[in-house]
Structures are given as C-alpha cells and as structure tokens.
C-alpha cells in the first residue's frame, strides 16, 4: 500500500456540492484495511523516531514551500469537493505552510531532554525526556479538509510519530493530496497513512488502534468517541462544537466592525468550529449597527465556480443545506424575524444557502443554544457590556469569542469571555492564525489545545530521568534522625534559595 492506501474494492463517489456532479471516486477501506495501515504504520515509526530533528525540519521545510507553490491546484481540490469560495480555500493553503514552519522550527527545542529542579541540587540531578506516542489516529471533518487534515498531522510526525487519517468521507481528495506531497518533500513510506471510509468502519479501527487520538468535530461526536477509547485509557485532543458570541460594545467603530464581522459569520458559509453564530449589540450603537451590518450582508456575492469573486460558496451538501433551512424555519416559526435571507438559492445550486441575519430569536427556537454550522446570525440588543458578557458566556460552548471596541474596553471584556480564544476587534482569522499560541475550547467545546507548545508536547509521553550523585537519598548508612534533621535544615535554605 502507498501513503494514500487504495487497493481495489467498493468504491465512493466524491460529490461537488456546488454542482451537484460526481468528480471521482475514492476506495471504502474497511476495518482490516486500517488494520493493515495501523501496522505499516508501527513498523515505520521505529525508523522515524530515530530520524533527526534536522532531517525531520528538511522534510517540512520542503511541504511548506510545495504547498505555496502548487496552491492553485491545491485550492483547486479543496474548492471541488468542499464548495468553498477561493479565499477561504487559500487560508488552508497558508494554513499549512505557517504550521510547517512554525513546528519545523520549533520541533528540536521543544523536545530536547530539559534540565529540571531537581530535589537536592548537589546530590541529584533532574532532566526531563519525550518519547513520542506512536501513532497517532486523526478523525477530520470536511470544512477544511486540508488544514484539519496535514496541519493537525505535522506536529505529530515532527515528534517522532507516524499518522494513520480519516479525513471526511465527503472530501478525502485534499488529505490525498497533502499525503503525494508529503512524499514529494521526502517523508518516509508509511509516515503518512491516508484511509478512506466510513466512520462505521474506518473510524471504528481507529478507535481499536490508535495511540493517540486527534478529533474534530461535533460535541456528541467527541463524547461518544471519547468513551470508546476511555478503556485503553488513551490520550485524545478534541475541538468542538461552538456557539461563538460576538460583542460589539458601546465605544465599537461601528463601520469597522461591519467591515469585520459580516467575513466572520459567514466565512467558508458559516462552516467553521469558530464562526459567530450570536452577535450582542450594545444598544448606544445598535440602530448604526444593525441596518449597516445588514446593508452590507446583502452585498455578500454568493456562488460557486474557482473564480475569486464570490464571497461565500456552497454548502457541504444538500442535506446539511436540509439542516440550516430546519434551523431557520422552527426559529421562524416561534416568532424569530429575518432581516435578510432565510432561504434557499436554488437558483445556484440544492447546496447553497442564503447569507441569514435574524433578530429576535426566542430561547425556544433550537438555533437559540444549538449550533447550526451555516450561514446564519442571530443578533440581541443589550442594555450594557456586562449584559453582552453574560448572555456571551450562557452555553454550554465556549471555543471562540470576538469583542468590538476601543482596545482598553475590549480587554476588559476579553477577560471575562469564558472560551479558549477570544479576538478583539477581528472575528478568528488572527487567533487562529497565531500557531505559536495555543487554541481550544472551554467547557463541552472540547478538550487539548492544537497549535502552541501544547500542540505539539501533546503526540509526546514524558519521561523523568533523575540521577542521584555521591550517596543515596534513602537507605545512606546515616543514623535516621541525624538525616532527618539534615533534610529539614536543606527544606528550609532551599526555600530562600530555590525560588
């Protein structure tokens, strides 16, 4: 089997959802199949770990030129099975290439054995150890099937650890593609082990095999995979799902904001862990806000194609197109008003989905709580900032947040926002982007962080090797209260010393 394992047998078909046309077929591996990824993955392990973190930063260095320079095919790909519009495909394309520079840099000093505190500095020494996990299983969505896919696996590989991926049934053609050109920078047979399939199958081995487990995806998804690996007691990262809030405070520049948070709703069709889907306008600024930010998602040019034009594409499919439409219709139902869309463009495609701003929305309505993954905005007046805080912080979710506001303000507020990034005055672009810090979500929004130190420590298991000097610390030959009051005397200089 090569990187991107495909024997002969059943086949899927792969959907443009802006088209509605099939544009190739990929292989439905099974569970033996994984099996068999599993293992060629464990025996190619041994020899990566033992590879160089010189070599290893070669390789990515190489991916991260390679992706810069075949982005109109990658975009191409990523446009084709996703329905994206262009810019929201390129982001994944910078995606990757700023998380295989940044880890390729970064890899040899954060894993090198460190020099820890040690208990008694003379007579011990104390460093610590990583020894990377193994293989690494990685369940991706299909909102960015790139970046969810390579970027999630680079940290990974860069540890010492080889990846077996399930990229989304619906667009496994770009972590195909990432698998040819990770070849092409020099990584090993079987580092990068690419399966597509259904999660009854694919997903299921992986649960059986992996070492460690990277997910994202739906907050029930993430729990119910979480308890399928709990009794091998295996690690696991997980991001979830989100109702991201957006605040815009009493001394917000309204035209920036409107500027800002129309891209921020409905980026990538609102198909994105960290879009807003719940905007809280402070009431000294709604009247300017409101019909401005609605004027302007009335300009937002939807459709489908590669051209750069178009602002906002299609669905991931009809029926999640099913999905957003039940979503608006109940809120409308129970009384929500639309200000703007609340429908379908079929015009363009069964797929596509008018860009929706509602108002009014009753906490009976299921988008009221529930996360719809599209294009859709819900917008409340509040009476003050605190009260924006509040109503940001009721759910059960909490991965991103923005704040609309002078900065001195919009820090005050960030403070208090419980979710794991938080953007002021910009809606996620450049949280998500600063892959130097970590990014996560609080609550039922998930568990780890990818990007930061952590994103990369967390495909490690750490090794504390202590070495004692002279004598021993138990067992020495010393008289037993001589020693203890030894200790106690050392206990209490260290305590000035040892700060």
Known sequence: MSQAIAPERTMTDIINPATGEVITTVP???KEETKVAFEK???????????????????FLKLHNLVIDNRERIMDTIQDENGKNRLSALEEVLDVALTSRHYGYRAEKLLKPKGRRPVMPVLTSTREEYAPKGVVGIIAPFNYPLSLTVSDAIPAMLAGNTVVLKPDSQTPLSALLGAELLAEAGLPEGVFNVVTGRGSEVGQAIMQECDYL??????ATGQSLAE????????YSMELGGKNPLIVADDADVDRAVAGVWPACFGNSGQLCISIERIY???RVADEFIPKFVDRVNQIKVGGGR?????????ISVEHADTVEKFVNDAVEKGAKVLTGGKRLRELGDAFYAPTVLTDVPESADLHRGEVFGPVVYIEIVDSNDEAVRRANDTDYGLNSSVWAKPSTGKKIASKLESGTVNINEGYAPAWSAIDAPMGGWKTSGVGRRHGDGGMTKYTES???TQTRFMNLVNNGIRSDIWATALATSLKLGRDILR
């Open 307 to 315: 051209g750069w034009d178009n602002d906002m594409g299609s669905l």
């Open 41 to 59: 993955a464990r025996r190619a392990q041994k020899r990566w770990a033992k590879t160089s973190f010189r070599q290893r930063r070669k390789i």
């Open 228 to 235: 399928q690996v709990a009794p091998r007691l295996i690690d």
């Open 214 to 219: 990277m997910f994202t995806g739906s907050t």
């Open 281 to 283: 306008v402070h009431r």
């Open 463 to 465: 090794r504390n090797v």
């Open 28 to 30: 439905a591996h099974t």
